[in-house]
């Protein structure tokens, strides 16, 4: 168990609709990163929060936004979703910025 | 944005000899990363290695780096059948990035 919780395992919804995916960093990790991941893109960096505060962006489309909470759990926000969408959507966190991250068991988005 | 590129995108071996996968990269970097992931799931830090260190040894595992070449290898000896699973480089950049390679997928046949 990494310590990095992540809501919901399964999803599935509809073309155009909007999801909302959670992540709860470990204790006292400050970084969160979130990544997508399918089978024709590799692991790709999406964004990276430091305690509230965007810190490094990736390649993030902008129908897609994120946010870090007070208490450092962050969500990431879906929107007008297209089949392309579909992946593994995975959560780490970090103590420091760029250093050893933990991922959490990651969120398997699926769009019919 | 893809940082690392790894070299063999997969890999196939028998139990007991070693692996070697080997990932380049384009910027300057603060640290590299391997990690594993078993199929599906999430990633497992496996060893860092910072940009002024030439050689790290964890178990099992070494890694190289060389930054005049912008490379590094991930060796891993006397491989298991449980050591099957795909492996990244990641690097940790300026400005708090963490990007990672394609990975490799390594077979381990018993």
């Known amino acids: 168990d990494s310590g990095v919780t992540q809501t919901p395992k399964h999803l599935i919804t509809a073309t155009g609709q909007r999801v909302t995916l959670r992540c709860s960093p470990r204790?006292?990790?400050?970084?969160v990163y979130w990544y997508q991941q399918s089978l024709d893109q590799g692991l790709q960096f999406l964004i990276q929060?430091?305690?509230?505060?965007?810190?490094a962006k990736g390649n993030i489309l902008e129908r897609f936004s994120a946010q870090q909470f007070p208490d450092l759990h962050s969500e990431l926000n879906l929107s007008s979703l297209e089949l392309g969408d579909s992946a593994l959507y995975f959560c780490?966190?970090?103590?420091?910025?760029?250093?050893?991250?933990?991922f959490g068991q990651g969120t398997r988005l699926t769009v019919v | 944005s893809q940082q690392g590129e790894e070299d063999p995108q997969a890999l196939s071996i028998q139990e007991g000899e070693n692996a070697t996968m080997n990932c380049s990269y384009k910027?300057?970097?603060?640290?590299l990363q391997w990690y594993r992931q078993n199929s599906g799931r999430g990633l497992v830090h496996l060893i860092l290695i910072r940009s002024n260190e030439r050689e790290k040894h964890s178990g099992r595992l070494r890694v190289t780096l060389d930054t005049s070449k912008k490379s590094s290898s991930l060796l891993i000896t006397a491989s298991r059948a449980a050591d099957t699973a795909s492996y990244f480089c990641a690097t940790g950049e300026g400005g708090g990035k963490l990007i990672f390679g394609q990975g490799t997928e390594l077979s381990v046949k018993p």
């Open positions: 929060y430091y305690n509230g505060e965007e810190r």
């Open positions: 780490a966190s970090s103590q420091e910025t760029g250093g050893k991250a933990f």
């Open positions: 204790s006292g990790d400050l970084s």
């Open positions: 910027t300057s970097i603060n640290n």
